[in-house]
């Protein structure tokens, strides 16, 4: 069984107390970089079923979910239908690249996605060419950890054990992003033990004609 066959078949029982309770921990830390009041553009990068963007799709200027797994779009869809800010795409980001009609994005963010792509720095540098000036990217992930917290990590698409906050460092220096934060923004407690979720924050250190960008975002908090 592959990644998204995986998924497609995960997608009508996606949501539960688990699933739900971690998103709304992850949009709460998200949140802390987005002061309120500025209607932003959201790409979310394996969406599944929209979960994480519930407290940001309504007053966005646009909200794209990206996901291979047209059954959790299916799901995304029923929850957004009526928004007319809100896209569904069901693309492979690593195979294929997004429209050039897309973007920019004052925020690219991803939830539990990232251990599932083969080279996860290429997809962050999609991220960075798909960001607005002053954008802010966020990684969710798991931290590193040991192999176990997937059951089946070959049938559930695992390509990853997490990643650590080195790992998003070196990448940063490898693309020209700057590493603004690192954080460990919630638990899952499984297997007798606690899996720590990993949230890095990310800007571009350039702007698109190389030069350092001295500016944070006004309306961002210092970081
Ligand atoms: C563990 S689920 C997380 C879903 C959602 N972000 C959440 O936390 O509830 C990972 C999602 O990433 C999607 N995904 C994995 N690789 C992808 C790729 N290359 N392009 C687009 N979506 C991908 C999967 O289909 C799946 O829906």
């Not at 002061?35 to 200027?61: H, I, M, W």
């Not at 996605?113 to 607005?132: G, Q, V």
Request: net charge negative; hydrophobic share 40%; charged share 25%.
């Amino acid at each position: 069984m592959n990644k998204t066959n995986h998924f497609d078949t995960a997608a009508k029982t996606w949501d539960n107390e688990e699933t739900i309770q971690r998103n709304d921990a992850f949009a709460e830390a998200i949140k802390k970089y987005l002061p309120e009041g500025v209607a932003r553009s959201f790409l979310d990068f394996g969406c599944g079923t929209g979960l994480l963007g519930r407290p940001f799709a309504e007053n966005s200027k646009i909200f794209l979910g990206i996901d291979t797994a047209e059954g959790m779009l299916e799901q995304f869809n029923l929850r957004y239908g009526p928004w007319f800010q809100v896209k569904s795409l069901a693309i492979n980001l690593e195979k294929a690249e997004l429209d050039s009609s897309y973007g920019p994005f004052d925020v690219v963010m991803t939830a539990m996605a990232f251990h599932h792509l083969k080279e996860p720095i290429k997809m962050l540098d999609r991220f960075k060419r798909y960001l607005a000036a002053n954008g802010l990217i966020f990684i969710i992930d798991l931290d590193e950890e040991d192999g176990t917290f997937h059951p089946d990590n070959q049938g559930m698409g695992v390509q990853h054990f997490g990643f650590s906050k080195a790992q998003y460092e070196e990448w940063a220096n490898e693309l020209g992003l700057k590493l603004i934060a690192h954080e460990i923004v919630y638990h899952i407690n499984k297997n007798n033990r606690q899996y720590g979720i990993g949230m890095a924050v990310l800007k571009r250190f350039t702007d698109l004609k190389g030069h350092i960008e001295l500016s944070l975002d006004s309306a961002a908090p210092d970081y």
